[in-house]
């Protein structure tokens, strides 16, 4: 069974820094894409920055220059550095990944539990 665990949300002032990681874990053949999204209070669930297993990246437009996304394959981890942050990117970030897992052909979609960001002073 494959499995998405995000750590590293919290409570920060505006201008501050997070850096969110998310470890795949599982019988795992291997990783496509992977990615980050956030849904606020509210509002439906949005994209917020992927990369590829090549490391190409795309993100949102409210997001760029302010967040990086990076991973390491080897340790199927994705990362999100958040900087420049803003009362507006408050949410609950969710990390996804499109996985193959052994003994399941095909490549699949899974979604982790979220981690709660909140940026107030």
């Known amino acids: 069974q494959v499995q998405l665990v995000e750590s590293g949300g919290g409570l920060v002032q505006p201008g501050g820094s997070l850096r969110l990681s998310c470890i795949a874990s599982?019988?795992?053949?291997?990783?496509?894409?992977m990615g980050w999204y956030r849904q606020a209070p509210g509002k439906q669930r949005e994209l917020v920055a992927v990369?590829?297993?090549?490391?190409?990246?795309k993100y949102a437009d409210s997001v760029k220059g302010r967040f990086t996304i990076s991973r390491d394959n080897a340790k199927n981890t994705v990362y999100l550095q958040l900087n420049s942050l803003k009362p507006e990117d408050t949410a609950v970030y969710y990390c996804n990944a499109d996985i193959t897992a052994y003994g399941r052909p095909g490549e699949y979609d899974y979604w982790g539990q979220g981690t709660q960001v909140t940026v107030s002073s």
């Open positions: 599982g019988r795992i053949f291997s990783i496509n894409e």
């Open positions: 990369i590829n297993d090549g490391g190409g990246t």
